[in-house]
Every structure is written in structure tokens, then in C-alpha cells.
């Protein structure tokens, strides 16, 4: 598996099996960009570095954000963003690959693309490839 190059600004986009691996690999930190109550209610990833890109009340920008990712970084890792479908985590990439770090997005997310019915977890992503996380 390759990453696909990014065309909007970020280093590119990888498949959920590869950000987990680099992960398991020591050459990439997984930040979950999601907010801390879609962590709390929907599930995570062990491990995974919290980095709300936006958050409640009105979906404000994280004001710690660059602060935490460059600190993930450290080192000269890459990150792997994972957002609920892979959108957020293009605009965190984007801002990441600003603050001069190499930075991918998870595509399809923790939770995939609604299926038929309006419903998540049936069509692709983290859960629905049987990747680690837990619900509390």
C-alpha cells in the first residue's frame, strides 16, 4: 500500500491498514482531530494523540492545535489525522503541512461514509476495517 499524493496542500492521503501500520512501526503519530465529545460517545483509538481540530461549543478552532501537533512531531515523525469521515482531517493536514510538518489524512475516517440509510460504521473506515478502538 502507498499513500495517494496530496493534491491540496498536505503530504497525501492513506488507507486506514497503512496509518495503522506506521503507527505500530514508530514512524508516524496518529492524531484524532475529532472533538473530545465524538471521542467520548462514538469511540477512539488507543494511543491516539486528542487534537480536536474544531470544537463545541460552535465548532471553534482549537486555539492549541498548531502547539500539539508540532509537539507530536517532534522527532521528525509524520502524522496520520483522523477526523469521523475524513474531511477535517484534509483541513488538519493542511494546517499541519503549514507549520512545515509532513502530514496525511486517514481517508474515509473512524467512522466511513453513510450508507443507504443515513447510517455510519457500514461503509469503510477505522471501525468497519476491524482496526483498534474502544467505546467507553
Not at 44 to 59: D, N, R
Not at 64 to 74: C, M, Q, S, T
Not at 96 to 120: C, K, M, S, V, W
Request: proline share 5%.
Amino acid at each position: 500500500m502507498q499513500p495517494r499524493t496530496g493534491q491540496g496542500g498536505y503530504a497525501g492521503d492513506v488507507s486506514p491498514q497503512l496509518a495503522w501500520q506506521w503507527v505500530q512501526q514508530g514512524e508516524a503519530v496518529l492524531v484524532d482531530v475529532r472533538t473530545d465529545a465524538e471521542r467520548e460517545w462514538v469511540g477512539f483509538v488507543p494511543g491516539a494523540l486528542p487534537v480536536a481540530w474544531k470544537q463545541w461549543p460552535g465548532m471553534a478552532m482549537n486555539a492549541g492545535f498548531d502547539e500539539a501537533v508540532r509537539a507530536a512531531a517532534d522527532g521528525g515523525r509524520k502524522l496520520v489525522l483522523l477526523c469521523r469521515s475524513g474531511v477535517r482531517s484534509v483541513a488538519a493536514a493542511r494546517r499541519a503541512t503549514e507549520l512545515g510538518l509532513e502530514a496525511y489524512n486517514i481517508l474515509e475516517g473512524f467512522e466511513g461514509d453513510p450508507d443507504g440509510h443515513g447510517q455510519r460504521g457500514r461503509k469503510g473506515g477505522w471501525r468497519y476495517h476491524g482496526l483498534p478502538w474502544r467505546q467507553n
